[in-house]
């Protein structure tokens, strides 16, 4: 079997453990919306969070190009991987007793939650460098003011509970994540767009 493909299973295994997640905690909310208030924002990043990972599934393609894999390279794309599901994890717990609604938690829950996404921009950019130097520049500068923004934005994240931040940051990082896959990859070949 070819290394790659074999590594591929696994990260589609972790994948499809947070879709999964994500899917079975909407699914709850409509199945009771009055059990558990649903919270815009926290649904907002729930959308993220699914357009992340299937982000996440279309861009591993690149590590293809990876010469030789070794189990510490295995090792890192394999925690790059969970931290996609912890974060999935965190949107949606199992038990809300503890809790008003979404909103509730959501703010109880931030500083993990975005302490987790703060660390898990910071290793894509190791995952990126990866797949080649080359591979990085040509993503160009979308990449970078992506990777720094979201990073900074997190970090303030865990600090404020300020709603108006926290729904902005939800819906221009979600819409700049839209504009950022569809500029650079539009096509099943996974290469960047000049």
């Known amino acids: ?42 649904l907002v990043w729930v959308f993220f969070r699914f357009l992340y990972l299937i982000h ?10 990876v010469p030789q894999w070794t189990f510490p390279l295995y090792l890192f794309v394999a925690v790059y ?12 717990p199992e038990e809300m007793s503890d809790y008003n609604g979404f909103d509730s938690y959501f703010y109880s829950h931030r500083k993990w ?5 703060a660390a898990l921009f910071a290793v894509d950019v190791l995952d990126t460098v990866i797949k080649g130097t080359s591979y990085l520049h040509t993503l160009g500068i979308l990449y970078y003011v992506r990777t720094v923004a979201y990073i900074v934005l997190s970090l303030v994240a865990i600090k ?5 931040f926290h729904a902005t940051f939800a819906v221009l990082g979600t819409a700049y994540e839209i504009v950022f896959i569809f500029m650079l990859y539009r096509t099943l070949d ?4 000049n």
């Open 113 to 117: 939650i975005f302490a987790v996404q």
């Open 56 to 65: 996440f599934w279309w861009w591993e393609f690149q590590l293809e190009n």
């Open 160 to 164: 404020t509970t300020n709603r108006k």
């Open 81 to 92: 991987a969970v931290l996609l599901y912890l974060l999935c994890a965190l949107l949606f």
């Open 190 to 193: 996974i290469s960047p767009i």
């Open 1 to 42: 079997m070819d290394m790659y493909l074999h590594v591929r299973v696994v990260f589609a295994m972790i994948a499809g453990l947070g879709v999964t997640h994500l899917l079975r905690g909407i699914a709850r909310i409509v199945e009771h919306p009055g059990k558990n208030k649903a919270y815009w924002v926290h």
